[in-house]
Nanobody
Framework: QVQLVESGGGLVQAGGSLRLSCAPS????????MGWFRQPPGKEREFVAA????????RYADSVKGRFTISRDNAKNTVYLQMNSLKPEDTAVYYC?????????????????WGQGTQVTVSS
């Protein structure tokens, strides 16, 4: 059974940084795409970033380009989302997701597995 466990959320002031981690388990993820999504209060879930585990190709939402970096550590079997220059509008529950097909897509319905989410709050 596939499980995705996120960690690293918290409260930070605007301009600060946080790093989220996602540790998948249950199968080999080499051919998977791993994504990060977020759901701000009262809003729809939205795409943040994705990475193809095997080749390391990445894709970002325009709203986070230049501030967030997605990466993976094969040795630790972990995917990270480094978030810098955080803004109050980045406040959301952040979810790790995985999909079995290799396309770097942004639609949440294309992802097969989801973590439980971790809260990120950015104060002004």
């Amino acid at each position: 059974q596939v499980q995705l466990v996120e960690s690293g959320g918290g409260l930070v002031q605007a301009g600060g940084s946080l790093r989220l981690s996602c540790a998948p388990s249950g199968r080999t993820f080499t051919n998977y795409v791993m994504g990060w999504f977020r759901q701000p209060p009262g809003k729809e879930r939205e795409f943040v970033a994705a990475i193809r585990w095997g080749g390391g190709d990445t894709r970002y939402a325009d709203s986070v380009k230049g501030r967030f970096t997605i990466s993976r550590d094969n040795a630790k079997n972990t995917v990270y989302l480094q978030m810098n220059s955080l803004k109050p509008e980045d406040t959301a529950v952040y979810y790790c997701a995985a999909k079995t097909r290799p396309l770097l897509v942004t639609r949440s319905s294309d992802y097969d597995y989801w973590g439980q989410g971790t809260q990120v709050t950015v104060s002004s």
